[in-house]
């Protein structure tokens, strides 16, 4: 049986090293300690495993950030990077690495906050193996709206304009708009600068809706070719058509081709766009942990911004 312990400085290179045997993907360790560490600049949850030569076999990433419920402040955690190196690969029950790996890590998180929130987004395949081991309950298939520039109609009065990820009003709208969302991350002028300014994956726009002069939302956008990920929103509900019409109108400016956007439950009703399962499946953390998944089918607002594939 493998030994399993916490993350220390000096592990990233490792993790790196895994990550691109695992996924075929590159990870730096600047990439890593953006990820993990720069949001709070705390050391990460992350759990780590080790063949006796002291090579890195398995890894399980706990990002922090800070959430919101009913707008009191709560601890919150996606679970990321969950990889196991193919030799370790296949054991059964409590000898099975990915499983002993989220255990611990989810275990050691419920120890530290009592309403601790943890979730992730992982696809089909590594769910079900969650599922299995009991540590993964579903919360719903994330869902995409797409739809080709130009079949909305303009957003009426909304106007849309390039917005400074440092401007003054963003905590302001942020204090304005939570009331709205029960369970969510916290969308203030930190999290946005961190995740979109600072982010060394990507470039982010950052796009401001104004009606009549006064900033009523942001979007937060990324381009891929002639398509516009609307990657992260924070907006009135009631106002979300009008919204995507104005949205519509700027990527018509821009020349791109197609819409896309993500919209968890309760948000999603009514849209005259097509609608389709994506490959992620939107996931709440167990073992021990306090939040029923229940809850956040009908509370937790995501969008793509909560994934850190996009």
């Known amino acids: 049986m493998y030994p399993i312990r916490d993350y220390a400085p000096g592990d990233e290179q490792q993790i790196s090293d895994l990550f691109t045997q695992v996924f075929s993907a590159s990870l730096t360790p600047e990439q890593w300690h953006w990820k993990y560490r720069g949001l709070t600049g705390t050391l990460p949850a992350s759990k780590l495993a080790f063949d006796p030569a002291g090579n890195l076999l ?14 009191a402040s709560i601890p919150v955690y996606q679970i990321a990077d969950v990889m196991v190196h193919p030799q370790a690969r296949g054991h059964l029950g409590g000898y099975n690495l990915f499983t002993r790996l989220l255990q611990g890590l989810l275990a050691d998180l419920a120890r530290r906050h009592p309403r601790v929130l943890a979730y992730g987004f992982p696809g089909t395949r590594p769910f079900l193996l969650g599922e299995r081991a009991r540590v993964y309950a579903r919360v719903e298939q994330a869902q995409e709206f797409s739809w080709a520039a130009g079949a909305l109609e303009p957003g009426g009065w909304l106007r849309t304009a390039p917005l400074d990820w440092s401007h003054a009003g963003l905590d302001r709208l942020w204090r304005r708009r939570q009331p709205q969302l029960p369970l969510s991350l916290v969308r203030d002028r930190a999290y946005l600068a961190w995740r979109y300014a600072r982010n060394p994956f990507r470039p982010y726009q950052l796009l401001g809706l104004w009606i009549l002069g006064q900033l009523m939302g942001w979007a937060v956008v990324t381009l891929r070719g002639t398509e516009c990920l609307i990657t992260d929103l924070l907006i009135p509900h009631r106002r979300l058509l009008p919204v995507l019409g104005a949205l519509d109108a700027w990527a018509r400016d821009q020349e791109l081709r197609t ?10 009703e009514g849209l005259p766009l097509q609608q389709s399962d994506t490959p992620v499946v939107v996931t709440n953390m167990l073992w021990g942990l306090p939040w029923q998944t229940e809850l956040l089918r009908t509370d937790l607002y995501y969008t793509m911004g909560d994934l850190d594939i996009f």
Not at 58 to 71: D, E
Not at 259 to 268: T, V
């Open 58 to 71: 398995g890894h399980a990433g706990a990002v922090t950030l800070v959430g919101q419920a009913q707008g």
């Open 259 to 268: 819409l896309r956007i993500w919209l968890s439950a309760g948000w999603r």
